[in-house]
Every structure is written in C-alpha cells, then in structure tokens.
C-alpha cells in the first residue's frame, strides 16, 4: 500500500536546528529591544508609536511582546496573483518555495559583446519574454533600470 502522506509531501532543505532557529529568533528579538531599528517612514513610525513601540526621531526599539504580537497575528497565507488577468499564483504558506528573478540591477553583461553595462529598456523586455517561456520560473521582478527611458517612467 503507498502511503500518501509521504507522495504528497513538498521537497524541503534545512540547515538549522529548531533550537538553532529558536537562538536566531531570541537574538533577533534582544536587537529590537536593545538597539532597535531606524525607520524613515513617517507613517510607519506613526503606526509603530501607536502600537507601544519605544520611537525617539527615527530609531525604534521594539519589546519583544510587540513582535510576538505580531507574529500571532500575521496571515499565515499570503496570495499573490498574476498581473495579468488577476489570478491566484503564488500560495506564500507553509513551506512552499517559488523561484523568481531579482529585481533592479544597475548593470547587465551583454550577451552579444560580454561587455558590461547600464541596462537598456530591450534588455528588461527581453529577460521578461526569456523568463515567461521557463517553467521553473515562478515570477519575475523588473531585472533592471532601464537607462534608455525618462526616469520617471523608469
């Protein structure tokens, strides 16, 4: 007999040790507590005032129940849907994996001369029609900053 639970098991590679993961999180904790965070977003430090964090100018130091609190009350799935046609793509939950280009780069290798440089409008158009053919592809960021295009269009 074949045991489903196993067929239907997801592929997964893991480095650390719970209680390695639980040192990470505690040490993680103690640096928003102690030392704390700079934030530049005059609503975000809002909101985090708001919350009971300690804000003084930009830093933010954050008691460890605040991000607790958080944590427990995040989503524990996140949907992102294609741009397209606005259909549900990526289930961000459990121990799902996407694979996915990076975003903005400020220089490319042209595949033609080997040379680098600023990265121009085709070359982005080009990355994005290359990536939409590639199944194991699950999304695609900008991949680049186009130079050759007003940069407010940019």
Partial sequence: ???QDVINQKPQFRLLSDAQLEAIHNAALEILR??????HEPQALDLLKK????????RVRIQPHLVEWAIRTAPSRVVLCDSRNGNPRLFLEDKNAYYG?????IAVIDYETGERRLPLLKDISQAAQLCDALPNIDFVMSMGIASDVPEEVS
Wanted: glycine share 18%.
């Fill in 101 to 105: 280009t990076g975003s903005d780069t």
């Fill in 51 to 58: 919350a009971g964090a300690d804000v003084k100018g930009d």
């Fill in 1 to 3: 007999m074949i045991n």
């Fill in 34 to 39: 102690r030392t704390g965070v700079s934030v």
